[in-house]
């Protein structure tokens, strides 16, 4: 087995974060000094018995560490750090998502999302100090995300389902169940920019950039696939963040088991071969909007969403 010391690096660093022990208490516990554990961050060479030590201390399995198995993620802060990281890398980017993949939402979407993951809190009653730094956190990382984007371009593949973009017109981008007719009206308003934003796209079908719409009940589950020179990695996740947004519970996985990802590029490539593109699926996705909206203009104010 060849072991990419830079990667096991990334994977320690985003593991120590979530443990929520600092660098110096780390180094102390397993006898090393703080420099050695950033130097080990960065990829350099560090001994089996001492990975063993990281791992225990760490609370991860040592498999899950070197990344010959399956990394197994309990925080949402900590994936989408780590789906940073592999986006970082990655020179195709395939997105199975609902109802849209964040790297094409619009920059409005980024500026609501803070007010949309803290409702989520408020709907659970959360008053931890821990969730508004996550909500923080993550917003950071979202920010670099987009950055490094749009610095690199690497190609994205995005199928998304009917079903879902109809599922998000009607409730609207809500973390929250119980919102005012005014504001529920918000919601929906802004659920209406990003699939337009998404049928721009879908129309221009720019250079790097292609979107599917899907017509049949999608998988229950979204996921990626980050393909680089020599590498690829699957990422599966319940964390999301566009619509009913969930960053407190779930546990997501990533792997670069052939099998896994050759599974699931089969799944792609079945949607994709049955989705509409191009100009098809930017007039579908228009349709879409039109008929959700006709009904709730035409339909009683409701004070909440159906569930």
Request: aromatic share 6%.
């Amino acid at each position: 087995m060849s072991l990419r010391y830079d990667e096991i690096g990334q994977r320690l660093r985003v593991f120590r974060l979530q443990s929520g022990m600092n660098v110096d208490e780390i180094a102390t516990r397993i006898g090393i000094s703080r420099t050695a554990l950033y130097r080990f961050e960065k990829g350099e060479v560090v001994k089996i018995e001492t990975l063993l030590s990281l791992a225990e201390l760490l609370g991860v399995s040592l498999p899950t560490l070197l990344g010959v198995e399956i990394e197994y993620i309990s925080s949402a802060v900590t994936y989408f750090e780590r789906v940073w990281q592999l986006e970082e890398k990655a020179d195709r980017i395939v997105a199975v998502s609902s109802p849209f993949t964040f790297l094409l939402a619009s920059n409005n979407f980024l500026t609501h999302l803070p007010e949309l993951l803290r409702e989520t809190g408020a709907e659970a009653g959360s008053c931890e100090p821990t969730f508004d730094h996550d909500v923080k956190r993550i917003i950071e990382i979202l920010v670099q995300r987009r950055r490094s984007y749009e610095q690199r371009r690497p190609t994205i593949v995005n199928v998304i389902s009917a079903l879902d973009v109809e599922r998000v017109l009607r409730l609207g981008l809500i973390g929250k169940v119980r919102l005012s007719p005014d504001a529920l009206a918000e919601r929906r308003r802004r659920a209406r920019m990003e699939i337009e934003h998404l049928a721009r796209i879908a129309e221009a079908e720019p250079i790097g950039v292609q979107i599917g719409v899907g017509i049949n009940t999608p998988p229950h589950a979204s996921f990626q696939i980050f393909r680089s020179a020599g590498r690829q990695e699957l990422a599966i996740s319940p964390f999301r963040i566009d619509e009913q947004p969930n960053i407190r519970f779930g546990v997501a996985m990533i792997t670069s088991s052939d099998e896994a990802i050759a599974q699931h590029q089969k799944v792609v490539d079945e949607m994709w071969e049955r989705a509409l593109k191009g100009k098809e699926a930017a007039s579908y996705l228009r349709e879409l909007i039109v008929a959700v909206e006709t009904e709730h203009t035409t339909a009683p104010a409701e004070a909440t969403p159906m569930r």
